[in-house]
């Protein structure tokens, strides 16, 4: 069976949609991480083998790459808490987690739970 990346275009109005803009590398670092995340779902299992990943393709550190992903969370939870609910599939009740996030934000590409 063959996997196709997920449209770049896709991953950023998703997150458009949650009030995010692409005005610093912290929404890059987090669409990359999705589209690796979309890719292959299995990565969700450890998020943190993604983090380095996504740290090399943008000379950073794993560590920057977690922490704005979280930041982005907690932007898109004040943003958008319905929205962000609504793909989650289940009433949120805070900011999730960066993994959390990433797996909602990387199953709504797949599910089409984003739109």
Not at 27 to 51: E, G, I, K, N, S
């Amino acid at each position: 069976m063959m996997r196709h990346e997920p449209d770049t275009t896709k991953i950023y109005d998703l997150l458009y949609r949650l009030g995010l803009a692409a005005t610093s590398t912290a929404f890059f670092h987090l669409a990359y991480t999705v589209r690796l995340a979309a890719y292959q779902p299995q990565r969700l299992l450890a998020p943190a083998w993604l983090y380095p990943e996504t740290a090399r393709r943008y000379q950073a550190n794993p560590k920057t790459v977690e922490r704005n992903i979280r930041y982005l969370s907690v932007e898109a939870w004040k943003n958008a808490p319905e929205r962000l609910s609504q793909m989650a599939g289940v009433t949120l009740c805070g900011a999730p987690s960066p993994a959390r996030f990433l797996s909602i934000l990387a199953g709504s590409l797949k599910d089409g739970r984003a739109a």
